[in-house]
Protein backbone atom coordinates (compact mmCIF):
# COMPACT_ATOMS: atom_id res chain seq x y z
CA UNK A 1 0.00 0.00 0.00
CA UNK A 2 0.74 3.42 -0.47
CA UNK A 3 3.06 5.11 2.01
CA UNK A 4 1.04 8.11 2.03
CA UNK A 5 2.85 11.00 -0.14
CA UNK A 6 0.42 10.85 -3.11
CA UNK A 7 0.31 14.95 -4.87
CA UNK A 8 -2.80 16.58 -4.89
CA UNK A 9 -4.76 18.72 -2.36
CA UNK A 10 -7.42 21.17 -2.09
CA UNK A 11 -6.63 25.25 -1.42
CA UNK A 12 -9.20 25.64 1.18
CA UNK A 13 -7.38 27.65 3.71
CA UNK A 14 -8.59 26.68 7.49
CA UNK A 15 -10.58 29.63 9.11
CA UNK A 16 -9.77 31.15 12.71
CA UNK A 17 -10.34 28.97 15.55
CA UNK A 18 -13.17 30.34 18.03
CA UNK A 19 -11.96 29.28 21.68
CA UNK A 20 -14.94 27.30 23.52
CA UNK A 21 -13.36 27.69 27.38
CA UNK A 22 -14.40 25.37 29.92
CA UNK A 23 -17.33 26.96 31.98
CA UNK A 24 -17.81 29.71 29.53
CA UNK A 25 -21.35 28.49 28.99
CA UNK A 26 -23.75 28.95 32.61
CA UNK A 27 -27.30 26.51 32.16
CA UNK A 28 -29.31 24.38 34.44
CA UNK A 29 -29.36 20.70 34.15
CA UNK A 30 -29.89 19.94 30.89
CA UNK A 31 -31.23 23.44 30.10
CA UNK A 32 -29.56 24.11 27.03
CA UNK A 33 -30.75 20.43 25.55
CA UNK A 34 -34.58 21.61 25.55
CA UNK A 35 -36.01 24.20 23.19
CA UNK A 36 -33.87 26.97 24.41
CA UNK A 37 -31.17 28.58 22.21
CA UNK A 38 -27.98 28.30 22.27
CA UNK A 39 -26.21 30.64 24.17
CA UNK A 40 -23.97 33.46 22.90
CA UNK A 41 -20.82 32.17 22.17
CA UNK A 42 -21.90 28.50 21.04
CA UNK A 43 -21.12 27.84 17.34
CA UNK A 44 -23.64 27.93 14.77
CA UNK A 45 -24.98 26.10 11.98
CA UNK A 46 -27.68 24.96 9.78
CA UNK A 47 -30.46 23.77 11.74
CA UNK A 48 -32.36 20.43 10.40
CA UNK A 49 -33.87 20.70 6.88
CA UNK A 50 -33.24 24.37 6.91
CA UNK A 51 -30.61 27.23 5.91
CA UNK A 52 -27.95 28.64 8.60
CA UNK A 53 -29.24 32.28 9.57
CA UNK A 54 -27.30 35.08 7.02
CA UNK A 55 -26.50 36.70 9.29
CA UNK A 56 -25.87 34.86 12.23
CA UNK A 57 -21.65 34.49 13.24
CA UNK A 58 -20.20 31.95 11.48
CA UNK A 59 -17.58 29.98 13.92
CA UNK A 60 -15.66 27.09 14.20
CA UNK A 61 -14.25 25.35 17.60
CA UNK A 62 -10.83 25.24 18.62
CA UNK A 63 -8.18 25.61 19.51
CA UNK A 64 -6.97 21.88 17.93
CA UNK A 65 -4.43 20.04 20.93
CA UNK A 66 -2.37 17.49 19.68
CA UNK A 67 -1.10 14.60 22.10
CA UNK A 68 0.78 11.42 21.15
CA UNK A 69 -1.19 8.59 21.15
CA UNK A 70 -0.16 5.11 20.02
CA UNK A 71 1.76 5.87 16.71
CA UNK A 72 0.03 9.19 16.16
CA UNK A 73 0.11 12.24 17.22
CA UNK A 74 -3.54 13.22 17.43
CA UNK A 75 -5.67 16.30 17.08
CA UNK A 76 -8.47 16.89 18.91
CA UNK A 77 -10.84 19.70 20.83
CA UNK A 78 -11.81 19.53 24.25
CA UNK A 79 -14.26 21.42 26.02
CA UNK A 80 -16.05 21.49 29.37
CA UNK A 81 -14.45 20.62 33.05
CA UNK A 82 -10.86 19.04 33.38
CA UNK A 83 -12.92 16.64 35.63
CA UNK A 84 -16.05 16.09 34.04
CA UNK A 85 -17.33 12.81 32.87
CA UNK A 86 -15.50 12.12 29.55
CA UNK A 87 -17.18 12.01 26.47
CA UNK A 88 -15.51 11.07 23.48
CA UNK A 89 -17.27 12.00 19.67
CA UNK A 90 -16.47 9.97 16.52
CA UNK A 91 -16.37 11.57 13.28
CA UNK A 92 -16.96 9.84 9.65
CA UNK A 93 -15.98 10.16 5.86
CA UNK A 94 -15.62 12.57 4.44
CA UNK A 95 -17.02 14.68 7.54
CA UNK A 96 -14.54 15.79 10.55
CA UNK A 97 -14.23 17.21 13.69
CA UNK A 98 -17.04 19.38 13.06
CA UNK A 99 -19.54 17.60 13.01
CA UNK A 100 -19.79 18.22 16.73
CA UNK A 101 -19.20 22.18 16.69
CA UNK A 102 -22.43 22.45 18.43
CA UNK A 103 -22.66 19.56 20.16
CA UNK A 104 -19.49 19.73 22.78
CA UNK A 105 -20.72 23.02 23.75
CA UNK A 106 -23.73 21.82 24.60
CA UNK A 107 -22.13 19.21 26.56
CA UNK A 108 -19.74 20.78 28.21
CA UNK A 109 -22.42 23.05 29.75
CA UNK A 110 -23.52 19.69 31.14
CA UNK A 111 -20.30 19.61 32.82
CA UNK A 112 -18.69 16.69 30.69
CA UNK A 113 -15.41 16.39 29.49
CA UNK A 114 -15.71 16.33 26.33
CA UNK A 115 -12.86 14.78 23.80
CA UNK A 116 -13.39 15.57 19.95
CA UNK A 117 -10.33 13.69 17.96
CA UNK A 118 -9.55 13.90 14.11
CA UNK A 119 -9.27 10.16 12.88
CA UNK A 120 -5.74 9.15 11.13
CA UNK A 121 -5.22 10.50 7.98
CA UNK A 122 -7.88 13.93 8.74
CA UNK A 123 -6.91 17.19 9.76
CA UNK A 124 -4.06 17.53 12.39
CA UNK A 125 -3.44 13.88 13.24
CA UNK A 126 -0.61 12.76 11.88
CA UNK A 127 1.60 9.71 12.34
CA UNK A 128 4.78 9.98 14.42
CA UNK A 129 7.19 7.70 11.52
CA UNK A 130 7.10 8.44 8.01
CA UNK A 131 8.39 4.49 8.57
CA UNK A 132 5.23 3.53 10.29
CA UNK A 133 2.28 1.51 7.62
CA UNK A 134 -0.52 3.22 7.20
CA UNK A 135 -3.32 0.47 8.53
CA UNK A 136 -6.94 0.42 7.46
CA UNK A 137 -7.96 -2.34 9.52
CA UNK A 138 -11.08 -1.21 11.64
CA UNK A 139 -9.24 -2.54 14.46
CA UNK A 140 -6.73 -0.12 14.01
CA UNK A 141 -8.92 3.00 14.27
CA UNK A 142 -10.18 1.49 17.55
CA UNK A 143 -6.72 0.85 19.43
CA UNK A 144 -6.23 4.72 18.02
CA UNK A 145 -9.16 6.19 20.54
CA UNK A 146 -8.00 3.34 22.94
CA UNK A 147 -4.99 4.87 23.17
CA UNK A 148 -5.89 8.56 22.92
CA UNK A 149 -7.87 7.60 25.85
CA UNK A 150 -4.95 6.72 27.79
CA UNK A 151 -2.41 9.53 26.82
CA UNK A 152 -5.40 11.86 28.02
CA UNK A 153 -5.62 9.54 31.40
CA UNK A 154 -9.42 8.33 30.43
CA UNK A 155 -10.29 5.59 31.74
CA UNK A 156 -13.74 4.93 30.98
CA UNK A 157 -15.98 7.19 28.49
CA UNK A 158 -19.08 7.54 27.15
CA UNK A 159 -18.53 7.14 23.21
CA UNK A 160 -20.92 8.91 20.79
CA UNK A 161 -20.39 8.68 16.88
CA UNK A 162 -21.92 7.94 13.23
CA UNK A 163 -20.49 6.40 10.16
CA UNK A 164 -16.92 5.49 10.76
CA UNK A 165 -17.21 6.50 14.22
CA UNK A 166 -20.31 4.10 15.01
CA UNK A 167 -18.41 1.54 14.30
CA UNK A 168 -15.33 2.61 15.90
CA UNK A 169 -17.54 3.30 19.15
CA UNK A 170 -19.15 -0.23 18.63
CA UNK A 171 -15.85 -2.24 18.08
CA UNK A 172 -14.40 -0.80 21.24
CA UNK A 173 -17.94 -1.16 23.18
CA UNK A 174 -18.16 -4.71 22.21
CA UNK A 175 -14.47 -5.90 23.20
CA UNK A 176 -13.07 -3.09 25.81
CA UNK A 177 -16.24 -2.87 27.57
CA UNK A 178 -14.76 -1.57 30.78
CA UNK A 179 -13.43 1.48 28.70
CA UNK A 180 -16.75 2.06 27.53
CA UNK A 181 -19.50 3.89 30.32
CA UNK A 182 -22.12 4.22 27.54
CA UNK A 183 -22.47 4.11 23.88
CA UNK A 184 -24.35 6.00 20.96
CA UNK A 185 -24.56 4.89 17.52
CA UNK A 186 -26.12 6.26 15.11
CA UNK A 187 -27.12 3.27 12.44
CA UNK A 188 -26.85 0.88 14.65
CA UNK A 189 -24.82 -2.03 14.69
CA UNK A 190 -21.78 -0.99 12.18
CA UNK A 191 -19.29 -3.56 13.24
CA UNK A 192 -17.90 -5.12 9.46
CA UNK A 193 -18.19 -8.44 8.55
CA UNK A 194 -16.00 -9.13 5.39
CA UNK A 195 -17.73 -12.43 4.90
CA UNK A 196 -21.43 -10.56 4.56
CA UNK A 197 -19.32 -7.60 2.84
CA UNK A 198 -19.04 -10.23 0.02
CA UNK A 199 -23.33 -10.53 -0.46
CA UNK A 200 -24.46 -7.72 -2.79
CA UNK A 201 -27.13 -5.83 -1.97
CA UNK A 202 -30.79 -4.24 -3.35
CA UNK A 203 -29.40 -2.29 -6.24
CA UNK A 204 -30.70 1.15 -4.54
CA UNK A 205 -28.23 0.34 -1.55
CA UNK A 206 -25.41 -0.56 -4.13
CA UNK A 207 -26.14 2.96 -5.64
CA UNK A 208 -26.16 4.99 -2.82
CA UNK A 209 -21.94 3.41 -2.13
CA UNK A 210 -21.10 4.19 -5.30
CA UNK A 211 -18.28 6.01 -3.85
CA UNK A 212 -17.21 2.87 -2.32
CA UNK A 213 -16.71 1.06 -5.67
CA UNK A 214 -15.10 4.09 -7.24
CA UNK A 215 -12.02 4.13 -5.08
CA UNK A 216 -11.37 0.40 -5.90
CA UNK A 217 -9.87 1.68 -9.33
CA UNK A 218 -7.25 3.55 -9.72
CA UNK A 219 -9.10 5.98 -11.54
CA UNK A 220 -10.52 6.55 -8.15
CA UNK A 221 -7.49 7.39 -6.40
CA UNK A 222 -7.20 9.81 -8.81
CA UNK A 223 -10.40 11.25 -7.93
CA UNK A 224 -10.24 11.49 -4.45
CA UNK A 225 -6.37 12.73 -4.94
CA UNK A 226 -7.57 15.51 -7.47
CA UNK A 227 -11.43 16.06 -6.91
CA UNK A 228 -11.67 15.66 -2.68
CA UNK A 229 -13.51 19.37 -2.19
CA UNK A 230 -16.07 18.60 -4.94
CA UNK A 231 -16.83 14.49 -4.28
CA UNK A 232 -16.99 15.37 -0.23
CA UNK A 233 -19.35 18.10 -1.22
CA UNK A 234 -21.55 16.03 -3.38
CA UNK A 235 -21.80 13.60 -0.55
CA UNK A 236 -22.97 15.59 1.97
CA UNK A 237 -25.49 16.60 -0.48
CA UNK A 238 -26.63 12.87 -0.41
CA UNK A 239 -26.44 11.59 2.15
CA UNK A 240 -28.54 14.56 3.97
CA UNK A 241 -30.98 15.84 1.51
CA UNK A 242 -33.10 17.81 3.90
CA UNK A 243 -29.54 19.76 4.92
CA UNK A 244 -29.08 23.08 3.42
CA UNK A 245 -25.91 24.12 4.50
CA UNK A 246 -23.84 26.92 3.92
CA UNK A 247 -20.46 26.51 1.99
CA UNK A 248 -18.39 27.92 4.51
CA UNK A 249 -19.63 24.95 6.87
CA UNK A 250 -18.46 22.60 4.66
CA UNK A 251 -14.94 24.45 3.89
CA UNK A 252 -14.19 24.23 7.65
CA UNK A 253 -14.59 20.09 7.35
CA UNK A 254 -13.00 20.17 3.82
CA UNK A 255 -9.88 21.89 5.07
CA UNK A 256 -9.39 18.52 7.08
CA UNK A 257 -8.58 16.63 3.87
CA UNK A 258 -5.61 18.07 3.20
CA UNK A 259 -3.88 15.66 5.42
CA UNK A 260 -1.22 13.46 3.47
CA UNK A 261 -2.27 10.47 4.79
CA UNK A 262 -6.42 11.37 3.96
CA UNK A 263 -6.45 9.49 0.29
CA UNK A 264 -4.35 6.00 1.08
CA UNK A 265 -6.40 6.09 4.60
CA UNK A 266 -9.72 6.49 3.15
CA UNK A 267 -8.89 4.22 -0.07
CA UNK A 268 -7.77 1.59 2.19
CA UNK A 269 -10.22 1.44 4.34
CA UNK A 270 -12.77 0.92 1.75
CA UNK A 271 -10.87 -1.42 -0.24
CA UNK A 272 -9.98 -3.67 3.06
CA UNK A 273 -14.33 -3.55 3.45
CA UNK A 274 -14.40 -5.11 0.31
CA UNK A 275 -11.90 -7.89 1.17
CA UNK A 276 -9.76 -6.06 -1.47
CA UNK A 277 -6.64 -4.59 0.55
CA UNK A 278 -4.86 -7.15 3.17
CA UNK A 279 -5.57 -7.42 6.58
CA UNK A 280 -2.77 -6.69 9.16
CA UNK A 281 -1.15 -9.53 10.74
CA UNK A 282 -1.22 -6.87 14.18
CA UNK A 283 -4.86 -7.40 14.00
CA UNK A 284 -5.77 -11.15 13.64
CA UNK A 285 -6.88 -11.63 16.87
CA UNK A 286 -9.06 -8.94 17.35
CA UNK A 287 -10.65 -9.25 13.99
CA UNK A 288 -10.85 -12.89 14.48
CA UNK A 289 -13.49 -11.67 17.65
CA UNK A 290 -14.65 -9.19 15.03
CA UNK A 291 -15.96 -11.52 13.05
CA UNK A 292 -18.23 -13.59 15.00
CA UNK A 293 -20.20 -10.39 15.57
CA UNK A 294 -20.11 -10.26 19.04
CA UNK A 295 -22.77 -8.31 20.94
CA UNK A 296 -22.30 -5.01 22.85
CA UNK A 297 -23.69 -5.20 26.34
CA UNK A 298 -22.74 -1.76 27.56
CA UNK A 299 -26.08 0.96 27.70
CA UNK A 300 -26.68 1.99 23.95
CA UNK A 301 -29.47 4.14 22.25
CA UNK A 302 -28.93 3.99 18.78
CA UNK A 303 -30.27 6.83 16.32
CA UNK A 304 -31.48 6.62 13.07
CA UNK A 305 -31.26 9.20 10.58
CA UNK A 306 -35.50 9.78 9.23
CA UNK A 307 -34.27 10.50 5.69
CA UNK A 308 -30.35 9.07 5.96
CA UNK A 309 -30.21 7.25 2.85
CA UNK A 310 -28.16 4.21 4.65
CA UNK A 311 -30.50 3.95 7.52
CA UNK A 312 -31.74 0.30 7.05
CA UNK A 313 -35.51 -0.14 6.83
CA UNK A 314 -37.71 -1.47 10.19
CA UNK A 315 -37.30 0.64 13.08
CA UNK A 316 -33.97 -0.57 14.41
CA UNK A 317 -35.05 -3.48 13.86
CA UNK A 318 -32.56 -5.17 11.75
CA UNK A 319 -29.94 -4.60 14.50
CA UNK A 320 -31.33 -4.76 17.44
CA UNK A 321 -30.20 -8.11 18.81
CA UNK A 322 -26.80 -6.75 18.58
CA UNK A 323 -27.59 -4.94 21.84
CA UNK A 324 -27.93 -6.87 25.27
CA UNK A 325 -28.12 -4.22 27.69
CA UNK A 326 -29.86 -1.51 28.36
CA UNK A 327 -31.29 0.14 25.27
CA UNK A 328 -32.98 2.54 23.40
CA UNK A 329 -33.52 3.73 20.22
CA UNK A 330 -34.42 7.40 18.79
CA UNK A 331 -35.46 8.58 14.96
CA UNK A 332 -34.49 12.15 14.15
CA UNK A 333 -35.64 14.29 11.15
CA UNK A 334 -32.61 14.32 9.52
CA UNK A 335 -29.90 12.55 7.32
CA UNK A 336 -26.48 11.07 7.78
CA UNK A 337 -24.22 13.68 9.32
CA UNK A 338 -27.03 13.67 12.79
CA UNK A 339 -25.01 15.56 14.84
CA UNK A 340 -24.10 18.62 12.50
CA UNK A 341 -28.17 18.22 11.65
CA UNK A 342 -29.68 17.99 14.61
CA UNK A 343 -27.02 18.64 17.40
CA UNK A 344 -29.60 19.25 20.61
CA UNK A 345 -31.27 15.44 19.45
CA UNK A 346 -27.66 14.10 19.46
CA UNK A 347 -26.88 15.48 22.54
CA UNK A 348 -29.83 14.91 24.52
CA UNK A 349 -29.05 11.25 23.33
CA UNK A 350 -25.28 11.13 24.97
CA UNK A 351 -26.49 12.49 28.14
CA UNK A 352 -29.59 9.76 28.22
CA UNK A 353 -27.00 6.99 27.25
CA UNK A 354 -24.97 8.08 29.85
CA UNK A 355 -28.06 8.10 32.06
CA UNK A 356 -29.61 5.09 31.36
Not at 29 to 53: I, M, V, Y
Not at 333 to 353: I, L, M, S, W
Request: glycine share 10%; charged share 20%.
Amino acid sequence: MDNGKLPGGIDRGRRGFLRIAAGAVAATPLGLLGNEPAPAGAATTARPGKPADAGADHAVFGPVKQVRAGVLSVGYVEAGPADGRPVVLLHGFPYDIHSYVDVAPLLAAEGYRVIVPYFRGFGTTTFLSPHTPRDVDQAAFALDILALMDALGIREAVLAGYDWGSRTGDIIAALWPHRCRALVSVTGYLITNLAANRNPLPPAAENAWWYQYYFTTERGVLGLTENRYELGQFVWRFNSPTWTFPTETYDDTAAAFTNPDFVPIVIGNYRWRLGLAPAEPEYAALERRLQSAPTIAVPTITIDGRYDPFTPAGNGSAYRAKFTGRYDHRVLDVGHNVPQEDPHGFARAVVDADHL
